[in-house]
């Protein structure tokens, strides 16, 4: 049985840009496809930040709606993005090759570094990882697709703001005012693609496990284990990175207060055979030395 294949896509440039690459890689197997934009509860309201929004997967729900309604097959999204514990029904189809991992900062001037200073994230980690190292910086929310936080960026008096370098890279719109923030701790599964389908649906997956990208795809889930472990969701300021370097697999993790102040970091060499686990383990690490206390604290201020 051959079928078009129905690619759900939320419509930013930087998402469709994504769904149009996993549609080229699937048309070089063989296969008809149709791109099926939508818009997500997260791309449309801007003025909220996101852990106040309070629904795990704001940016994939609409789309997860849309799947088990029939109205698409497959679904593409920024891997950072989905929730640890994917719907009822709904798996896992590839993990594409992952792209940069680095976070960015897009900056005016690099003199306020050393003084006071402005920068703009909508995320948690971000903001926590950055007052950790320069804790007399304010930090103000920023949200919307990366076009819109970088003209929000040219149009406030703000010193710099974070981006993932690799969505301004996917779309060629990175600037030469950037500095990279080899420093900061990733989101688990940035710079990650993932595709997912309906259990049930064998057709799709099987034409997915065509583009599934193994070395990323172990990867990232120690990455998401270590997330789901520590809390859950996709809220508190965790970072968590794997690498694959001559066969054996390098991890560092941390979970930060809200506020910069308290960091709490784990660090893990291990042959690259033994990464089951090993998400977890490094969590358990951090919840034992005082993290279990620390999230409990962010989970009571998010509440408030």
């Not at 570094?113 to 190292?133: D, F, M, V």
């Not at 919307?144 to 779309?171: C, P, Q, S, Y």
């Not at 599934?212 to 795809?217: G, V």
């Not at 889930?221 to 001559?246: K, Q, S, Y």
Request: proline content about 3%; some cysteine; glycine content about 8%.
């Amino acid at each position: 049985m051959n079928k078009v294949i129905r690619i759900g896509t939320r419509d930013s440039e930087l998402a469709l840009w994504q769904a149009k690459t996993v549609q080229q890689a699937l048309e070089q197997t063989g296969h008809e496809t149709q791109l099926v934009p939508v818009k997500s509860e997260g791309d449309l309201n801007l003025d909220q930040p996101l852990y106040e929004m309070g629904i795990t997967g704001i940016f994939t729900k609409t789309l997860d709606v849309a799947m088990i309604q029939g109205k698409i097959d497959i679904a593409v999204h920024s891997m950072k993005d989905v929730p640890t514990l994917l719907p009822r029904d709904i798996v896992e189809g590839a993990v594409m090759k992952r792209a940069n991992t680095t976070d960015i900062l897009i900056h005016k001037g690099l003199d306020f570094l050393e003084n006071e200073g402005t920068i703009a994230t909508g995320s948690l980690r971000r903001k926590a990882q950055w007052l950790h190292k320069y804790p007399s910086h304010k930090v103000v929310d920023l949200r919307g697709n990366v076009n819109t936080r970088l003209k929000k960026l040219e149009e406030n008096d703000w010193n710099g703001a974070i981006f993932a370098a690799a969505g301004l890279e996917r779309i060629e719109i990175k600037p030469d005012n950037f500095i990279d923030l080899n420093w900061m701790i990733p989101a688990p599964a940035q710079g990650a693609m993932l595709i997912v389908a309906m259990e049930n649906d064998i057709y799709s997956r099987k034409a997915l496990s065509a583009l599934n990208h193994r070395e990323s795809e172990i990867c990232v889930h120690i990455e998401r284990e270590f997330l789901r472990v520590l809390e859950g969701g996709c809220t508190a300021p965790i970072g968590g990175l794997a690498r694959i370097i001559e066969d054996k697999i390098h991890f560092k993790g941390a979970l930060f207060s809200i506020d910069g102040k308290q960091k709490i970091e784990v660090e893990k060499i291990v042959p690259a055979d033994q990464f089951q686990d090993l998400g977890k383990t490094c969590a358990e690490e951090i919840l034992q030395n005082g993290g279990a206390e620390l999230m409990k604290k962010i989970k009571s201020i998010l509440k408030n």
